[in-house]
């Protein structure tokens, strides 16, 4: 008998079905002690207990999940003066540790960068320096390739 590896992907919030979405919110208001029991947390979020508890092992923030890892980006952004130096700013306010960096040759005013950083217990939350990335102008894309 052989045994399966547990398989884990990276998805944006919008393709997790909502009763899982409620799970983290239960979760969160269990560890704020904003709710006292695992019954109340759930009807809070509008979810069955049963569902609480078939799910709470299997979803977590990706934040939760990568203190102590390497998580590996890669962006599309414009050939700008200054643009990699406002993402690198970015990663050095959220006290992540980069550990490599390469940008391609820009074609036709577009480069891609790979960004290995490493995810410290000081270490902002990683969801959300992806998306302050990401909005920044010039910048296509940031998607997480790879963790570990």
Sequence with gaps: MTEEKTKYFVVKQKAVPEVLLKVV???????????????????????????????KDDIF????????????????????????????????VYKANILTIHQSIPVNGVATLTL??????????????VAE???RQGIH??????RG
């Design 25 to 55: 919110e239960a979760k969160k208001l269990l560890e704020s002690e904003q709710a006292a029991t695992v019954q109340e947390a759930a009807e809070r979020v509008g979810i069955s207990r049963s569902s609480f508890y078939k799910y």
């Design 61 to 92: 923030p990706f934040y939760d999940n990568t203190k102590g890892k390497t998580v590996t980006f890669v962006l599309q952004m414009n050939d700008e003066q200054g643009l990699l130096s406002d993402l690198l700013h970015v990663v050095a």
């Design 141 to 146: 894309y940031v998607k997480i390739l790879a």
């Design 116 to 129: 290995s950083v490493e995810v410290r217990a000081n270490t902002g939350n990683i969801s959300e320096m």
């Design 133 to 135: 990335m990401e909005a």
